[in-house]
Structures are given as C-alpha cells and as structure tokens.
C-alpha cells in the first residue's frame, strides 16, 4: 500500500518535472491557473445560502498535493463580486486615451486580468516578458471579439509562424485585425490557448463574436484566455499593455504610473502596493514591467497600470533605497490616474501635457 503511493508519487513527480521542462522549452506565454485565494470565481453579491452549508466531511484518505507552480508575486486580489457593467466602447474621456475594446470574455465569468502575471510579467523564465493578460475564465467559456475586425489567423502556430506547429506556446489563437485603428496604426487583437477554434479566417465579426472556447493549450499552467492588444504590426515585439485599451467597469478607473531611477531610466519589476482608504477591502500588489519586449504607451511611457479600480481614494505605498514612501491618489470613474516617481523628485500626480492637435488619432484608420 505505502509502496504503491510511494511510486505514485515518485511517477507523479517525474511527470510534474517533465512537464516544467516541457513548459520551459516552449516558453512564451502563459499563465498560472487559478489561485482561489485571488478570488477568481465571480462571487454574487446576494451570498444566500452559504451560511448554513453542513460541516465538510474531514478528508480522512491520504492524498498525494497535485504538483503545481507556486506564483512568483504574492499580490492577493480582493474577493470580487459581480463588476459593474463596463463603459460602452470605444470609452475615451481623455484625447490620449484609448479604451476601445469590450472584454473578451462575457461578464458571467471571470473577465478580467489575473493578478499575478499582469502585463510585462515574467513567470517562465526571467527573460520571458508576458506581452498580454490572462483572464481566468473557465475552460470552454466563449472567447469574443474585443471590436470588430476581420480574422486574420484562426490556427495552431501564431509566435513559431508554422501553421499547425502543436508546440506552438499560443496553442490554438486567433488574431483579428480590427476595423479601426490608431493613430494611423492597425489594431490587432490576439486570442490565445483555445480549445477550440470557432472562427475562419476572413471572417468580418462584430464585438461581441465568438470566436472560440477557453482552453489549455500551447505553453499554459491551466485553461484560461491569453489576450493581446498589438499595434503598428502583428507580431510579438508589437504589443500594448491591454489594459490600457479594455474599457473599465462604470464607475471604475485605471492607475497608470511612470516609475524611474535618479538616471531617468524605468525601474523593472518594482513591487507597489495599491491600497483602498479607508482599508476596508485587500490592497493590491503590482509589478512594474520587467525589462524586455513590454512596450509603453506613446503619451504616458509608463511602466505600472493596474485597471479596475473603483472609484476613490487610494494609497500608493513601496520601498525605495530602504525607504518606505507612500502617497495618495484618487481614482475617478472612467479616467485614468496617472503618476510618476523619480528619485529626485517623488511622487507627482501630474499626467503628461495635454497632447496637442497632432496627437489626437483623428479619422480612423481605414482597413480593407
Ligand atoms: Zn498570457
């Protein structure tokens, strides 16, 4: 009996060990599978029942722990009930803002980004950036166009550019290229790690179009959407932090902040904590991009954006040079707030100039 779990075990760690080196080997993407503790199932806001659910039956069988990765940033997210409904797309208060795209999953599930591997993450290897987000949405939920487009690539293949290569760390994807774009660039929209393909290429879809289902394939941990927003040109180096372009729930708001050393350069993988006042609810953690293929935005160069926020005051606390600074901010409903630190001179609430004329996207960018 003890032998057999024992050689269980050992067949189960040889697998587990296996699949990490399988993992590292493919590379790119994606995600960690779900920590409930980051509150990834959608909770109701009415809990009925749950108070009184009978004692669970104490586990009296021995178990073997499922091997699984252990997330490299603690950064509990809070418990997160059902979200307000987001602002109608394209959502742009300010001239330099772009929040174009509905969310790619439905709001009967989880639809927005995990914590623990935002944007300009690392998790495979250090020199792996994350050139997306992962929404933890259940396998075989609906995966739908962010805006309209035309599907460009619906296959196995995407980052190795072989169609059918199964090794392929996207897995199954579907790109589309969108109806409109921005300043004078294409928008494109990447959908990754499907377990299934749905939509054909030359397809013309609207928002809202299925695409596919939630799955695991490609270089994954465990079933969940990998979504990229790349501008200028379809390809990996060309991505844009998606957050910066998925409309926020009403009343919520975006933190985006510009981080640098006294030498003016970017401060990668700098943890900050993002805190609500008053301190009912769990603060937030966020890593500033790593260094690598993790582009900031033209207007704000920034380095740190944490979206869905409800509106309010918050505390933005980190350590600098063994100091621990702090500083408030307000986050309005469909705005962003933006920040910088530098080392000479602190924090400022003080977003870039206005653009001027020249800036603004203008007419669409028209699209065959
Ligand atoms: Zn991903």
């Known amino acids: 009996m003890y032998y057999e779990i024992a050689a269980l075990f050992l067949n189960y760690l040889r697998n587990g060990v296996l699949y990490f080196v399988f993992l590292i080997l493919l590379a790119t993407s994606c995600a960690p599978s779900p920590t409930m503790e980051s509150g990834a199932t959608p909770t109701a806001v009415i809990a009925g029942a749950t108070a009184t659910q009978p004692p669970v039956e104490p586990q009296i069988k021995p178990t073997i722990a499922p091997f ?7 950064g509990a997210e809070p418990v997160s009930g059902w979200r307000p409904p987001l602002y109608p797309v ?42 997306g987000v992962d929404i933890d949405a259940e396998e075989g939920t609906q995966i739908l166009a962010a805006g309209p487009g035309t599907v460009v690539s ?30 004078d660039q294409t928008l ?59 409309a926020p729930p009403q ?12 030498d003016g350069k970017l401060l990668h993988q700098f943890p900050v904590e993002v805190r609500p006042m008053p301190s009912a609810v769990p603060l937030r953690k966020v890593l500033t991009y790593a260094e690598g293929p993790a582009n900031s935005d033209e207007y704000y160069q920034e380095n740190l954006v944490l979206s869905d926020l409800p509106a309010g005051l ?55």
């Open 68 to 74: 699984r990765f252990i997330l490299p940033t603690p």
């Open 90 to 131: 394209p959502w742009a208060v300010s001239p330099y803002d772009h929040f174009y795209f509905a969310r790619p999953i439905a709001a009967d599930n989880v639809n927005w980004p995990l914590a623990e591997y935002r944007y300009g993450g690392v998790f495979f290897a250090p020199n792996i950036v994350h050139t």
């Open 154 to 183: 619906a296959d196995w293949g995407l980052y190795t550019e072989a169609p059918g290569s199964v090794t392929d760390p996207y897995g199954q994807a579907v790109v589309v290229r969108h109806d409109f774009g921005y300043k």
């Open 188 to 246: 494109f929209t990447v959908y990754a790690h499907m377990s299934k393909i749905i939509a054909v290429v030359g397809q013309h879809v609207e928002t809202g179009d299925v695409l596919g289902l939630v799955g695991d394939t490609g270089a994954t941990t465990g079933p969940h959407l990998h979504f990229e927003v790349r501008l200028g040109a379809n390809t990996f180096y060309s991505t844009s932090n998606p957050e910066l372009w998925m």
């Open 251 to 262: 009343g919520w708001g975006v933190l985006v902040g510009k981080l640098t050393d006294e």
């Open 314 to 368: 918050y505390k933005i606390v980190f350590k600098y040079k063994d100091k621990d600074l702090q500083f408030w901010a307000d986050i309005y409903p469909g705005q962003v707030t933006y920040f910088t630190f530098t080392d000479e001179d602190g924090f400022q609430v003080i977003p870039p100039p206005v653009p001027t004329l020249d800036f603004l996207p203008g007419t669409a960018t028209a699209v065959p």
